[in-house]
């Protein structure tokens, strides 16, 4: 497994593996959307808009995963020094952003018709903004800091910090007496949602998992081909200049 | 003969008071945010009064954050950061007491401040306390908070408005806690320790974790 953390072993891995992950993304978002639309019933109290659900809660679900997976590339970039997890964690944090954006903009879209408001400044709600606005800062920081391997440090740093945002995401339906519902699938006691409905949140969940495990290797392979291409073009430019000195030496020898 | 880290604290507090005036400044800032903000709601007493102490606490929370950005910038561009990361006090030591002195040069002055500019704002006797003593026990966190993202932004030239983004998101427990302490003394059927309490372990939890945080960012932007 450690084989594949080489760049150079890793970039095959991802050709070989995308059309799968693409496919199976593909294959599992087909179904879940059909099964959303077409086969899982209508609320009786929500009717139709129970629907947005099965986008919603995936990517909620997923905003936080995209968190931790770029939590455990920063340990590996801090305590490994590992390129491959500079990258991966690079990668991660646009695609995290996005998550938790389409959570956000369907969770208000929600709001609207089941609370009669786009926005409460309820304690779910405002630490997900939270986790948004850390998302969009650690991009920020990607930005700013021009060398890649100081800016990995500095952002891994960042992203340990900001990992004490996520419990209080998790836990802030319990600790707090929010207009946000409780958690109803991950639950002691099992998930209280009827199977109808679980089912094709399940899928959507799969589906969204898969779609972005396929976007992070997708971005992983082009930040790293990204700084290849820099590289060369570095060696490229060095190689020139130094054309032009030897060229510059033998005209003055003439 | 003193010993290296009060040599230390004494000489950020001097520079603190010689170059630039750092708290004479974040006063007349806060003074400043606090004189606007009726222009911009009205100059209505009863609103003012009701939401008087988040707003001494917003303006606390951005006059912190103004002088941040050179907590350790200027010991980058001198040279004195690399002395201070070889010697053999443990650099987390020198980041805390480095917050203490800038929260002593520029937090202090903003608490001591704090019941005067409430007065403009029509906070009554109670009130006043209550937010002066909230702001006492909560703006070491703002310090603490800010000197990680003034560490990781320590290289860069323009890091000001990048270390107010990474830091913001991560003030909103200390401004929530903040202003529910200051808000629970004029409110009978609140507790006033309850919010008050838990903004002290906020404090206290960041005095703790934020300078091994931010000796991490410094060391490992050195290299």
């Not at chain 1, 440090?153 to 992203?159: D, E, G, K, S, V």
């Amino acid at each position: 497994m450690w084989k594949y953390a080489n760049p150079t072993y890793f970039l095959p891995l991802v050709a070989r593996l995308l059309p799968w992950t693409a496919g199976l993304t593909a294959a599992l978002l087909g179904v879940g959307l059909y099964m959303t639309f077409f086969i899982a019933p209508a609320d009786y109290q929500q009717g139709d808009t129970v629907r947005i659900m099965y986008i919603h809660v995936p990517a909620a679900w997923l905003s936080v995963f995209c968190y931790m997976t770029m939590a455990a590339s920063a340990l590996g970039t801090l305590v490994w020094r590992h390129p491959l997890a500079d990258a991966a964690q690079k990668a991660a944090a646009p695609i995290g952003a996005g998550f938790t954006f389409i959570c956000l903009v369907t969770g208000s879209l929600w709001g609207k018709p089941m609370w009669g408001t786009w926005w409460v400044w309820d304690a779910r709600l405002t630490s997900v903004l939270v986790l948004f606005l850390i998302y969009l800062g650690l991009i920020a920081l990607w930005q700013t800091i021009e060398e890649p391997g100081r800016a990995a440090r500095a952002a891994a740093i960042m992203t340990l910090i900001g990992v004490v945002n996520i419990p209080i995401i998790k836990f802030s339906v319990d600790w707090w007496n929010t207009l946000h519902q409780p958690a109803s699938v991950f639950r002691m006691g099992g998930p209280t949602i009827h199977p109808t409905m679980l089912w094709p949140l399940m899928i959507m969940a799969l589906g969204f998992t898969m779609l972005f495990i396929t976007l992070h290797l997708m971005a992983t392979r082009n930040e790293i081909l990204r700084r290849r291409l820099h590289r060369l073009t570095l060696l490229a430019a060095g190689s020139g200049e130094a054309d032009m000195a030897g060229r510059r030496l033998v005209d003055q020898e003439a | 003969m003193r010993g290296p880290l009060t040599a230390l604290f004494l000489r950020e507090w001097r520079l603190a008071r010689r170059i630039g005036g750092g708290g004479a400044m974040g006063v007349v800032f806060f003074l400043i945010l606090v004189t606007i903000t009726p222009f911009a709601i009205g100059p209505d007493l009863n609103l003012l009064g009701r939401i008087g102490p988040a707003i001494l606490w917003i303006a606390a929370l951005l006059a912190t954050l103004l002088g941040l950005d050179r907590l350790f910038q200027a010991d980058h561009e001198d040279g004195s950061l690399d002395l201070l990361r070889m010697a053999e006090t443990p650099l987390e030591l020198i980041v805390l007491v480095k917050c203490l002195a800038h929260w002593a040069a520029t937090g202090l002055p903003l608490v001591i401040a704090a019941p005067f500019f409430g007065v403009m704002l029509a906070l009554d006797g109670e009130a006043l306390a209550g937010v002066t003593a909230s702001l006492l026990v909560g703006t070491p966190a703002l310090t603490f908070l800010g000197a990680m993202g003034a560490a990781l932004t320590a290289t860069l030239r323009r890091g000001g408005l990048l270390l107010s983004i990474l830091v913001l998101p991560m003030t909103v427990p200390v401004l929530i806690f903040g202003v529910s302490t200051a808000g629970a003394v004029n409110d009978a059927s609140l507790s006033f320790s309850t919010p008050f309490l838990v903004l002290c372990a906020l404090t206290l939890m960041s005095a703790a974790g934020a300078p091994f945080a931010a000796a991490a960012a410094l060391r490992s932007l050195g290299e």
